[in-house]
């Protein structure tokens, strides 16, 4: 109650007291209602509370919390809390942000008490700038060019070098758990789980089922010149279904991958580029409109709010406070339009809050990202992802030595603890009670038979093997082929992997076919000699059937699970030997960016086609053979400035370069003599690759590679140029060419793909709403073969009887015109369904030599974001 009724009040008595004495019974009723008045205006009104929101359980930063009438109110901190103190006539507290339904609950005066909000987000909440028009110039725009002005200042990136403290927090959830999913047969053996989601909801929100959650606290390092850094993971903490070790999972969950810098131009979210609202070409790409300033944490900051010019571009709707000193960004928050071209997300949002250092530039403090994966279908749930990142002890200083950016993400060998009292005295904020909450919920779904079945098969699929115990068994896509020497083919085969040992796998395998009715079989070891700079050794011995244009790079070695060599096993073989092949390895990280590969191979050679060759090559009259063997001593090397690894179990995995291009060289020597090697000669290739970011024009790949053999070699040394004849769509291979259709002695080759990312296609009305995605390809290929090499290939048997064709050396090989490179093109369509991909090639040369193949469709199975 006011003062202002108590002053009314009190004129009232004074009325009553000239009055009658009948009139008692009244003048005791006002003075009991201004005691009652003077006492709630003695006690303050205090409203604390959190605002989240209702789908995510995410807290809403920056949202607006008032009491109804008045300009009493607090906006709410990162964490979503606000606190109000003071008086209103109204008995209402209102809670209002960008984005979400506003609403309203009632508050009782004059006590302390706690109200908590959970918001509902709006069905439509971009709305409508206002653009002006005339010679008025938006007041936006003067204090965006600010910004653009600022940032070569205010970019962390500008800084010799900086350094902090992370705290990474994340949670994958299964939402959007409807009653009709509930009562499925194989939802209701989870039930003693799904009852207590509620707990998970809260009082208003949308229930959930927690998948995953962790925990990370590490140190940052960042040096400018040259671009690197590196984290070093001390802690983990990792809960989620189907995980028991998670020495892959936690060095993926720190602040390396939690990066996101609005001063670059495009941000890479979910593997796509989407534009800042603060890039180069914020005026072509965004409308703004200047909303309010306000102060903010002894900050004053301009409030603009922005929204991207055409409904399908991969950018952000959202509202940035700049800081007036400055014009460097305080916050943020920045959230997908919803027509962007992007599959299965429904929603992305960044929250970001920024604190300047004594050296100018802005280093963020605070981060919050959700990404909401849609169902995909009607009867299916959805997926929530969210990122927590908090950063403390921020330091601008002096550049670290190259050497000790050498592995860019370092996980400490006690880092995966499970020590509460640990995180209870270390992690930068408190665990809510929902968070406790998740923590104990997948620790009983892991224990629900159901789960723990799908868990595993999930894996299967995804790794490509079966674990058991110390074992794992596979690879699965070359369990099952046929092809027409081997007829039906069969094998089995594992590895040994980390619960055997960490610095020794074992593996092996045995195929057997049925047409052929002969065994084939390998074995091999290797250790792991530091895992820090990864040098390994390791020994393999192989006896098998293989064909002839398959594994002749001697830059990049195919992988033995990969699925385009289980492709090669099925159907026709073209040119099909059978080996026997010793092989042994050294591989060596000497650096971040260098690192190098010594091989030893001796390999025997069987033809189980039409072969022959001269014992000795430049004799005419020489004894001809059709099995010979080959040794030889390989030496590779690799410079990549700003590649990434990722250790898993006992391998190493890339996950490629962000800027700079990839080089490789690979020198091989043939030794004749030794250890039975029938030939004599040098080999020499060289290849560079990278992917290239052309903002909004989309992404492109290329692959530079050349090569030479500087001796006379039958044909089967020489290089074979890799085909496609099948009707899967591959990157590594020439999609227009067959199996062994060219072969070169020199060549230079060029192979390029460009990613357009709907930059299209999202401008045509009609096919806007299908969210296709085009795709340009196009590869060149430049060989010949010398004419003395040529001159020692014989077609034909010990009695002159042509091998192939008429006899002719022609017939044992096609080679390109060093005048005329071959060259092939193709247009496709991606996103097909949200999961296909369609490629048309066309061959622009070379047609007479194979009408068949001058134009094809090829097919891929694409599951991008």
Not at 41 to 63: C, H, L, M, N, Y
Not at 334 to 350: D, P, S, T, Y
Not at 846 to 865: E, G, M, Q, T, V
């Amino acid at each position: 109650m006011s003062l202002r009724f108590t002053f009314s009040s009190m004129l009232s008595l004074n009325n009553c007291l000239k009055t009658k004495p009948g009139h008692l019974k009244r003048i005791t009723l006002l003075l009991a209602g201004i005691l009652t008045s003077l006492q709630v205006f003695s006690q303050q009104t205090i409203i604390r509370g959190k605002v989240t929101d209702a789908e995510s359980g995410d807290p809403i930063p920056f949202a607006n919390v008032v009491l109804k009438g008045t300009s009493i109110g607090s906006p709410t901190d990162f964490d979503g809390f606000y606190e109000i103190k003071g008086q209103a006539e109204s008995d209402t507290i209102i809670v209002s942000y960008i984005g979400y339904e506003r609403k309203k609950k009632v508050y009782v005066k004059g006590i302390t008490q706690t109200i908590n909000f959970q918001l509902l987000p709006e069905a439509n909440s971009l709305g409508e700038f206002v653009v002006t028009s005339g010679r008025q110039e938006n007041p936006a725009f003067p204090i965006m060019r600010k910004v653009i002005d600022n940032k070569k200042f205010n970019d962390k990136r500008k800084l010799d070098a900086y350094e902090y403290e992370s705290y990474n927090k994340i949670e994958i959830d299964i939402d959007n758990i409807t009653d009709k999913l509930r009562e499925k047969k194989y939802m209701q053996k989870i039930s003693a789980v799904l009852d207590s989601v509620s707990v998970i909801a809260g009082e208003d929100g949308k229930p959930i089922l927690p998948l995953f959650i962790s925990e990370s606290l590490s140190k940052f390092y960042f040096r400018s010149s040259p671009r690197l850094q590196k984290e070093q993971i001390e802690k983990t903490k990792i809960r989620g279904v189907g995980i028991e070790d998670g020495s892959l999972i936690s060095q993926i969950i720190g602040s390396s991958f939690q990066e996101y810098n609005f001063y670059q131009n495009r941000m890479t979210i979910v593997e796509k580029e989407f534009a800042s609202p603060i890039g180069d070409g914020w005026r072509v790409i965004y409308d703004y409109e200047l909303r309010d300033s306000a102060d903010v944490e002894g900050e004053y900051c301009y409030i603009l709010d922005f929204q991207p010019k055409n409904s399908q571009e991969l950018a952000f709707v959202g509202t940035i406070w700049v800081a007036k000193e400055d014009f460097g960004i305080k916050r943020i928050d920045a959230a997908m339009q919803k027509g962007a071209n992007l599959n299965f997300i429904e929603k992305v949002r960044i929250q970001q809050e920024l604190e300047r250092t004594t050296a100018g530039a802005w280093l963020p403090v605070k981060s919050r990202v959700l990404i909401d994966v849609s169902e995909l279908s009607k009867k299916s749930a959805g997926f929530l992802a969210k990122f927590y990142t908090s950063n403390k002890n921020l330091q601008v200083t002096e550049p670290k030595p190259l050497k000790f950016f050498a592995r860019t993400i370092e996980l400490e060998e006690d880092a995966r603890t499970q020590d509460d009292i640990f995180w209870e005295e270390n992690r930068h904020d408190t665990l809510s009670t929902t968070e406790k909450n998740v923590f104990a919920m997948i620790d009983s779904l892991n224990n629900i038979p159901l789960v723990k079945t799908w868990t595993t098969i999930l894996k299967t699929v995804a790794r490509g093997y079966v674990e058991v115990g110390k074992l794992d068994l596979g690879p699965w896509p070359f369990l099952v082929s046929a092809n027409n020497v081997e007829g039906l083919r069969l094998r089995v085969g594992g590895r040994t992997n980390e619960n055997f040992s960490r610095k020794w796998q074992l593996n092996g395998y045995t195929a057997y076919g049925f047409n052929d009715q002969k065994f084939k079989y390998g074995l091999g070891a290797q250790l792991i000699a530091n895992r820090k700079k990864w040098t390994t050794l390791s020994f393999n011995y192989r006896n098998d059937l293989d064909q002839l244009g398959i594994q002749v790079n001697r830059l990049t070695n195919l992988d033995d699970g990969s699925a385009f060599l289980a492709l090669t096993q099925l159907g026709n073989l073209v040119r099909p030997f059978r080996y026997e092949r010793y092989q042994f390895d050294f591989a060596h990280q000497a650096s971040k960016a260098f690192s190098f590969g010594i091989r030893v191979r001796k390999q025997d050679f069987n033809p189980e086609f039409n072969f022959r060759y001269r014992t000795n090559l430049n004799d005419v009259a020489s004894p001809l053979g059709s099995d010979f063997s080959t040794t030889e001593v390989s030496l590779r090397l690799k410079y990549a400035r700003d590649e990434t690894f990722l250790i898993n179990d006992n391998s190493r995995i890339s996950l490629g370069t962000l800027r700079w291009p990839t080089f490789a060289l690979a020198y091989t020597r043939g030794l004749k003599g030794t250890f039975g090697g029938d030939f004599d000669y040098h080999k020499l290739d060289f290849g560079v690759s990278q992917r290239l970011k052309v903002g909004f024009w989309g992404v492109s790949f290329y692959q530079i590679n050349a090569g030479h053999v500087f001796n006379d070699v039958p044909y089967p040394l020489l290089t074979a140029h890799i085909g496609n004849e099948q009707p899967v769509y591959t990157g590594i291979a020439f999609n227009g060419l067959d199996f062994f259709e060219f072969v070169s002695q020199s060549y230079a080759s060029l192979r390029y793909q460009h990613f357009f990312e709907g930059f299209i296609l999202n401008r045509i009305p009609l096919m806007k709403k299908l969210k296709w995605r085009l795709v340009a390809t196009g590869n060149v290929l430049v060989g010949d073969v010398s004419q003395s090499t040529l001159d020692v290939q014989v077609n034909r048997d010990e009695q002159g009887v042509p091998l192939i064709g008429d006899g002719s050396v022609q017939d044992l090989f096609r080679t390109l015109d060093s005048s005329k490179p071959y060259a092939e093109v193709g247009l496709g369509v991606e996103n097909i369904f949200k999961l296909f991909r369609v490629d048309y090639i066309r061959r622009l040369n070379y047609n007479a030599l194979n009408p068949d193949r001058k134009s094809s469709i090829k097919f891929s199975f694409n599951l991008s974001l």
